[in-house]
T-cell receptor, first 117, second 115 residues
């Protein structure tokens, strides 16, 4: 079974600084999809960024980028120029290559990010 | 579109009572997922539907839990009888299809407290 591990329960960053959240996963598949979701205090899960395993280029969405290391099964999220609105729980998630039962999204336990002035 | 709509936002009930959680997916989305979030177990997939048909219910904890999707615009998750350990936030999510690259859109969740 696939597992997703986030080893940092909490992180803190100063406004305008850069922070990196770690994520590792375990899978026997060669093709799969990785995601970072943000959960602010409003509770709603919001997709931040996604990466296809077959793509070597790291995904980027504005201030958010990933460092995808397929051999190491590592998928970290970098937030640049941190803003107060970035404060939230961040979940790393894995999804297998097939539709149907193998396509469920498996989440890590989350990292709570605090942004300080 | 208003997004995925869940009701109620909060539910407080007593042990033994029946609880029904409701979800309206985004119009045109063919896949619907029910997740449960607790401090101890994080986010767990309970069940998911495609084209109103349950595809994978292996995450449903026990027979007290049941889910239905009578049409493309409505789904329910029922717990009968409820127990204190069912207290959690229950999320509904929908996506356009079953492509694993597709974005899941989540509702705001239902905070369930069973006393």
């Amino acid at each position: 079974a696939q597992t997703v591990t986030q080893s940092q329960p909490e992180m803190s960053v100063q406004e305008a600084e850069t922070v990196t959240l770690s994520c590792t996963y375990d899978t026997s598949e060669s093709d799969y999809y990785l995601f970072w979701y943000k959960q602010p205090p409003s509770r709603q899960m919001i997709l931040v960024i996604r990466q296809e395993a077959y793509k070597q280029q790291n995904a980027t969405e504005n201030r958010f980028s990933v460092n995808f290391q397929k051999a190491a099964k590592s998928f970290s999220l970098k937030i640049s120029d941190s803003q107060l609105g970035d404060a939230a729980m961040y979940f790393c998630a894995y999804r297998g290559p097939k539709s149907g039962t193998a396509s469920k999204l498996t989440f890590g336990t989350g990292t709570r990010l605090q942004v300080t002035l | 579109d208003a997004g995925v709509i869940q009701s109620p936002r909060h539910e407080v009930t007593e042990m033994g009572q029946e609880v029904t959680l409701r979800c309206k997916p985004i119009s045109g989305h063919n896949s619907l997922f029910w997740y449960r979030q607790t401090m101890m177990r994080g986010l767990e997939l309970l069940i998911y539907f495609n084209n109103n048909v349950p595809i994978d219910d292996s995450g449903m904890p026990e027979d007290r839990f049941s889910a239905k999707m009578p049409n493309a615009s409505f789904s329910t998750l029922k717990i009968q009888p409820s127990e204190p350990r069912d207290s959690a936030v229950y999320f509904c999510a929908s996506s356009l299809g079953q492509n694993p690259n597709e974005k899941l859109f989540f509702g705001s969740g239902t905070q369930l407290s069973v006393l």
